[in-house]
C-alpha cells in the first residue's frame, strides 16, 4: 500500500501562481511514476503533467509553459509548480502514484482544491 498526502491547494487570483506538494509513504518502489491529475465536478479526470523517477516529465497540452511538475526520488515528493493560472485551472488536484511494471498498483491521494477567480 501507498499513501500519498497532498496540500498547497487554495484560491488564487488569475495570473497568480500556487504550488502543490505530494508526499508518498508506504511500500515505494523505485519504479514509479507519479503525477498530478485534476478533476472539475461532472467531467473526467483528466492528466496535467506526470514524471518518471528518471525525471522525464509530460503535460497536458493545456498547462504547458504553465505548469512544472518536479519529484525528489529520496523523500518521495512531487511538486507542481503553477504559474498565469486561469480560471479553467480551477478543480480538485489528485496526486498519482503508478508502478510502471504493475499497473495494479495505482494509488491516489485525497485530493487538494484549486480555485482561480477571475
Known amino acids: 500500500q501507498v499513501q500519498l498526502v497532498e496540500s498547497g491547494g487554495g484560491l488564487v487570483q488569475a495570473g497568480g501562481s500556487l504550488r502543490l506538494s505530494c508526499a508518498a509513504s508506504?511500500?515505494?518502489?523505485?519504479?514509479?511514476?507519479m503525477g498530478w491529475y485534476r478533476q472539475v465536478s461532472g467531467k473526467q479526470r483528466e492528466l496535467v503533467a506526470t514524471?518518471?523517477?528518471?525525471?522525464?516529465?509530460n503535460y497536458a497540452d493545456s498547462v504547458k509553459g504553465r505548469f512544472t511538475i518536479s519529484r525528489d526520488n529520496a523523500k518521495n515528493t512531487v511538486n507542481l509548480e503553477m504559474k498565469s493560472l486561469k480560471p479553467e485551472d480551477t478543480a480538485v488536484y489528485y496526486c498519482?502514484?503508478?508502478?510502471?511494471?504493475?499497473?495494479?498498483?495505482?494509488?491516489w491521494g485525497q485530493g487538494t482544491q484549486v480555485t482561480v477567480s477571475s
Open positions: 514524471i518518471t523517477p528518471r525525471g522525464i516529465t
Open positions: 498519482n502514484y503508478r508502478h510502471l511494471l504493475d499497473r495494479r498498483l495505482d494509488y
Open positions: 508506504g511500500s515505494i518502489s523505485s519504479i514509479a511514476s
